[in-house]
């Protein structure tokens, strides 16, 4: 129970600030749904595909790196040395993200015109990619406190960030909405906003809880094991985000084609995107908390050798995640239609609720088998099984969706999913 503690204490810390944080991001969506409409939020979410490439490229892979190397550290009682790999990982990860911005915001107007097909996206891109920066330096913070075993600051800049961006977009839209170009542009903004001040926030509160033990001179010698496991772990999320953004690129475009009407199809990638999309992922605050406290626990146990444990923990979290996904399902299914026209006002919104709940079982337990994956160190087979699953879901959007229009593309979610559960605790069962 000693050695559970931090872990279920960070796991609770976490999926207290993620419900907070769901909740207000769920208004937010509500409050802008009914000012910009569904069309304007597909234009919105057209520019994370970009958007995510390039977290990926600059941060994510080292920032799950800098976690599983500071909680090994930790354990050692290396904390000065772990201190050293957080301040080397900050300088690399503002570079990548300075390099990357400085391409996009120079190759936008292309990348929106010839693979997005939107120009009012350039604008929404232009202004999105500032956040970068601020976005890579609060979350090898975040890495950092989760390594440490305490998400107390990552929480609390979690639930400030959304805070912000909601009032950021509020007062926005009393002011000088009625100027922007774009409409979909207050949500950039208010983006934007809620990460550059919460990165301040959690500067600050990580250097007043925490006084770095070494001198300015010094180098760490964990940044090269750093790069040896964080460059593959960036390509593993490279790779898949790169086919995730295709994936997104290619659905408006497959519902053109089954419509033959673009305006539509955009109103449609809205709708599931920035309506439904959320509300099937509301209930896996739990899971992803969950998941993210996997990786380091994992780690340590397995460097500890303590196979028991290890197996009690895989159990444990594999079962609560059935349960929530098992009964998020149950509730979509019957209630969808009610809560989509009750939240949103939009009859598809709950209509693709009710089609999607049986997502709920597989997209829960997929991401907690993934934590398990890449805990135990399987991070090439984790890559190899989500390829498997976006390639399957491409292939659904470029011959089943033109054919069967949106029932296409759930019956390609839900294969995928299916299939990805199916690999990923083989997998495990095979460790």
């Given at each position: 129970?000693?050695?559970?503690?931090?872990?279920?204490?960070?796991?609770?810390?976490?999926?207290?600030?993620?419900?907070?944080?769901?909740?207000?991001?769920?208004?937010?969506?509500?409050?802008?749904?009914?000012?910009?409409?569904?069309?304007?939020?597909?234009?919105?979410?057209?520019?994370?595909?970009?958007?995510?490439?390039?977290?990926?490229?600059?941060?994510?892979?080292?920032?799950?790196?800098?976690?599983?190397?500071?909680?090994?550290?930790?354990?050692?009682?290396?904390?000065?040395?772990?201190?050293?790999?957080?301040?080397?990982?900050?300088?690399?990860?503002?570079?990548?993200?300075?390099?990357?911005?400085?391409?996009?915001?120079?190759?936008?107007?292309?990348?929106?015109?010839?693979?997005?097909?939107?120009?009012?996206?350039?604008?929404?891109?232009?202004?999105?990619?500032?956040?970068?920066?601020?976005?890579?330096?609060?979350?090898?913070?975040?890495?950092?406190?989760?390594?440490?075993?305490?998400?107390?600051?990552?929480?609390?800049?979690?639930?400030?960030?959304?805070?912000?961006?909601?009032?950021?977009?509020?007062?926005?839209?009393?002011?000088?909405?009625?100027?922007?170009?774009?409409?979909?542009?207050?949500?950039?903004?208010?983006?934007?906003?809620?990460?550059?001040?919460?990165?301040?926030?959690?500067?600050?509160?990580?250097?007043?809880?925490?006084?770095?033990?070494?001198?300015?001179?010094?180098?760490?010698?964990?940044?090269?094991?750093?790069?040896?496991?964080?460059?593959?772990?960036?390509?593993?999320?490279?790779?898949?985000?790169?086919?995730?953004?295709?994936?997104?690129?290619?659905?408006?475009?497959?519902?053109?084609?089954?419509?033959?009407?673009?305006?539509?199809?955009?109103?449609?990638?809205?709708?599931?995107?920035?309506?439904?999309?959320?509300?099937?992922?509301?209930?896996?605050?739990?899971?992803?908390?969950?998941?993210?406290?996997?990786?380091?626990?994992?780690?340590?146990?397995?460097?500890?050798?303590?196979?028991?444990?290890?197996?009690?923990?895989?159990?444990?979290?594999?079962?609560?995640?059935?349960?929530?996904?098992?009964?998020?399902?149950?509730?979509?299914?019957?209630?969808?239609?009610?809560?989509?026209?009750?939240?949103?006002?939009?009859?598809?919104?709950?209509?693709?609720?009710?089609?999607?709940?049986?997502?709920?079982?597989?997209?829960?337990?997929?991401?907690?088998?993934?934590?398990?994956?890449?805990?135990?160190?399987?991070?090439?087979?984790?890559?190899?099984?989500?390829?498997?699953?976006?390639?399957?879901?491409?292939?659904?959007?470029?011959?089943?969706?033109?054919?069967?229009?949106?029932?296409?593309?759930?019956?390609?979610?839900?294969?995928?999913?299916?299939?990805q559960v199916i690999l990923n605790y083989r997998s495990i069962l095979n460790f």
């Amino acid at each position: 129970m000693k050695h559970s503690r931090p872990f279920v204490e960070g796991t609770i810390i976490l999926t207290i600030s993620s419900l907070f944080s769901r909740c207000i991001g769920f208004c937010n969506r509500i409050f802008l749904s009914n000012l910009i409409g569904a069309h304007q939020m597909g234009i919105y979410q057209l520019i994370f595909p970009i958007y995510l490439v390039g977290f990926s490229f600059c941060f994510q892979g080292f920032e799950t790196a800098l976690t599983k190397i500071v909680s090994s550290l930790i354990a050692k009682h290396r904390k000065k040395e772990s201190y050293l790999l957080l301040n080397e990982t900050l300088k690399f990860s503002l570079l990548l993200s300075l390099i990357f911005v400085v391409i996009v915001e120079f190759l936008a107007q292309p990348i929106c015109v010839v693979f997005l097909h939107e120009t009012s996206c350039v604008i929404c891109l232009r202004i999105a990619l500032l956040a970068l920066p601020f976005v890579g330096i609060k979350g090898s913070f975040h890495s950092y406190s989760t390594g440490l075993g305490k998400p107390g600051i990552s929480a609390i800049s979690l639930c400030l960030e959304q805070v912000i961006r909601v009032l950021s977009i509020y007062v926005i839209s009393l002011t000088f909405y009625s100027m922007l170009p774009v409409p979909a542009l207050i949500a950039v903004l208010g983006m934007v906003i809620g990460e550059i001040l919460s990165c301040i926030f959690t500067v600050a509160a990580f250097y007043h809880f925490h006084t770095p033990s070494y001198e300015k001179k010094e180098k760490s010698n964990y940044f090269s094991h750093l790069l040896n496991l964080g460059i593959p772990l960036t390509c593993n999320n490279l790779c898949v985000t790169v086919l995730s953004s295709i994936e997104n690129i290619l659905i408006p475009l497959s519902f053109t084609l089954f419509y033959e009407n673009g305006h539509y199809a955009i109103e449609l990638y809205g709708i599931i995107t920035g309506m439904t999309l959320p509300f099937i992922l509301f209930p896996s605050t739990v899971t992803n908390a969950l998941s993210t406290m996997l990786v380091p626990k994992v780690s340590e146990t397995l460097a500890k050798q303590n196979m028991t444990l290890l197996r009690q923990l895989e159990t444990k979290s594999i079962g609560v995640s059935i349960f929530i996904g098992t009964t998020s399902f149950v509730l979509f299914h019957m209630f969808g239609n009610t809560l989509g026209n009750l939240v949103f006002h939009n009859q598809d919104c709950g209509r693709f609720l009710t089609s999607m709940s049986f997502l709920c079982p597989f997209l829960y337990v997929s991401g907690t088998l993934s934590s398990i994956l890449n805990g135990l160190g399987k991070t090439k087979i984790t890559l190899l099984h989500n390829v498997i699953s976006l390639s399957i879901r491409i292939v659904f959007i470029l011959l089943i969706v033109p054919v069967l229009g949106i029932n296409g593309y759930f019956l390609g979610l839900l294969t995928s999913s299916m299939l990805q559960v199916i690999l990923n605790y083989r997998s495990i069962l095979n460790f």
